[in-house]
């Protein structure tokens, strides 16, 4: 009886010894991870950018990362990279096997446009591995397998071909769209810069020009300067959603003719330089949110096509032209 009483405080001291070293272990990788590398794009330079972010301990950890990649960053010239669908729509499973992370999409993945699917991966990827217990990653798509384990830093990607030419920008002409003085219409503007070939950060920097206001004689700046752009999401045949800080709404002051001048003026310029088809929509939201109303202008919430009426010069030619082909 002695006996075995001392064997079964002995194998109670190895469990509980056990036990406690699993916790160490357990408790000092998070500490080794107290903070994360979450990796972030920049249109000027065309490459992957890490930011510093603290590593949570009340979700778990592939809920910390996969928010940090969906949030802002905080240097404001770099945008996250995620493709604006909710997590539980997009991932359908994610694991660990031994140091290979698996993750699932869903058929949305195959929405992504080409060249953001680059820079999506990659991100993603790079975050991954950023952490000790990670070697690689493996993506599958419904069915599809593609490793990209290979991906090991921000310079890897940004020099390894054919991902270079996509990530580095390039010099692009921006149709821009003001107001004219007159207040009757909107006038064109053209501006040269070099940007990012990512449509959805292209778009971004093109509204981002647009608030800074013109510099044709007789256009004038229509959008309040303190507007910040906060999202925008190009997704096919739903539409543009292009998302504005509350400045946008609470820094205007004009008429509702001039409003509807002002949602033109955006409007047309994400459709003209996205190569959208003009009866695409592009969708306002304030602060993260729909608005029914905007100073006077109805149905805001429902989205806006290309307003060729909007236009200055636009001429009787064409409106007889368009009337004879509706007949």
Known sequence: MKKIITIAVAAALVLGIAATIYFVDFSRDNNRHSYIEVYFFDATSGRLVSELRQW???ITWTEAIIGFLMGEP???RLTHTWPGFGVADFITDIYMEDTMLVVTFSDLYWEIPPVEEVVFRSAFTLT???LEFVDSVLLRVDGYERQVEWLESAETIANAPPISPILRPGITTFTLFFGHESG?????ETYETMVSAVPRLRARAMLERLIAGPTTEGAVASIPAETRVL????HGESG??????SEFVTRFSGTQSQAQMMIAS???AVIENTGSPRTRRVFFLID???REEFHGVPDFNLGFVFDETMMLGYGQEDESEDYAGAD
């Open 56 to 58: 949570p301990d009340t």
């Open 74 to 76: 905080i240097n404001s």
């Open 128 to 130: 991954m591995i950023g």
């Open 184 to 188: 009757e219409g909107l006038v064109i």
């Open 231 to 234: 999202h925008v999401e190009l």
């Open 240 to 245: 543009i959603y292009v998302d504005l800080s």
């Open 266 to 268: 955006i409007t047309n």
């Open 288 to 290: 993260s949110e729909r």
